[in-house]
């Protein structure tokens, strides 16, 4: 089993940075990918970036170009580096490991 938890969570002003961790414990062996989402009040889950056990990633048109995904194995960590942060980006934000496991969430709040 696997468990995931988020971390860096904040109040920023817009024009602000945050970085989030996602550390991972337990089978880990198991992850091949790290995916990070997020759910603003009132609105459905959606996916923000995700990184694969060789590096590639990917991001959604939301976000590309002010996050960057990234990992560091000897931690087992997973980080989302969010800068030119929008009122906008405000939101639960999760990881995923593409299967069944989901971290807590870290709360973010963009204030404008």
């Known amino acids: 089993q696997v468990q995931l938890v988020e971390s860096g969570g904040g109040l920023v002003q817009a024009g602000g940075s945050l970085r989030l961790s996602c550390a991972a414990s337990g089978s880990i062996f198991s992850i091949n990918t790290i995916l990070w989402y997020r759910q603003a009040p009132g609105k459905e889950r959606e996916w923000v970036a995700t990184i694969v056990e060789d590096g590639t990633t990917a991001y959604a048109a939301a976000v590309k170009g002010r996050f960057t995904i990234s990992e560091d194995n000897t931690k087992n960590t997973v980080s989302l580096q969010m800068d030119g942060l929008k009122p906008e980006d405000t939101a639960l934000y999760y990881c995923?490991?593409?299967?069944?496991?989901w971290g807590q969430g870290t709360q973010v709040t963009v204030s404008s």
């Open positions: 995923h490991d593409g299967g069944k496991n």
